[in-house]
């Protein structure tokens, strides 16, 4: 059983690690962003509402993805295995809502890992991309409203004790070993 948040600007390879680190470890992946994703594919309420927000590069309501998240979390698998969350929180209520549950569940966090990547490195990155979110104009905001409502996680969770900084520029593989070693002890 693993519980493990990771955190970190848009094109860290947050995506990428969490997958596989999910897959050795076989817990559930939970990627908010992947959650809409799907959600706009087929076109419900939600996806509608989701893509509003995703278009523009801006937050979907805390509420509308705190609720998304609870209802994830009461599924067996988790309770079973754990989880890897990608992509939540993003805010300080989110984070504070993570808090809540995790509690009522008697699932406390063991880690939250945060890749860090240079700001020229994260443009370079998602304009290569090519996501239909990863125009020029939109990863600019993106970036904005990351650091100005995301990147104050890093200091809540470092002084719970919980955060490991690793630095997410070089080999994908190397950039595993590095989050394996820091989950080693789990
Ligand atoms: P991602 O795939 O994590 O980059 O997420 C893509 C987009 O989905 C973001 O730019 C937001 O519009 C939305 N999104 C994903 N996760 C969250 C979250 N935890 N809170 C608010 N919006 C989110």
Redesign the pocket.
């Known amino acids: 059983m693993i519980k493990v948040v990771f955190l970190g600007p848009?094109g860290a390879g947050k995506?990428t690690q969490a997958l596989k680190i999910a897959e050795k470890f076989g817990v559930p992946h939970i990627?908010?962003?992947?959650i809409?994703r799907a959600a706009v594919k087929e076109g419900t309420e939600l996806g509608k509402l989701?893509k509003s927000?995703?278009d523009k590069?801006?937050?979907?309501p805390d509420e509308v993805?705190i609720g998304i998240i609870k209802e994830r979390l009461s599924q067996p698998d988790v309770k079973e295995r754990g989880f890897i969350l990608?992509?939540?929180?993003?805010?300080l209520k989110?984070a504070e809502a993570l808090d809540q549950m995790l509690k009522e569940l008697s699932m406390p966090l063991d880690r939250v890992i945060y890749l860090n990547v240079d700001d020229e490195e994260i443009v370079k990155r998602l304009l290569a991309r090519g996501r239909a979110?990863d125009t020029e104009e939109i990863i600019r905001n993106?970036l904005k409203v990351y650091r100005d409502q995301t990147a104050p996680l890093i200091n809540y969770y470092r002084e719970k004790g919980l955060l490991v900084e690793i630095y997410g520029v070089g080999e994908i593989e190397e950039i595993t070993k590095k989050i394996e070693q820091a989950l080693g002890l789990l």
């Open positions: 848009p995506g990627s908010t962003g992947d809409l989701a927000y995703m590069g801006e937050l979907v993805i990608d992509g939540f929180p993003r805010t989110q979110d993106r």
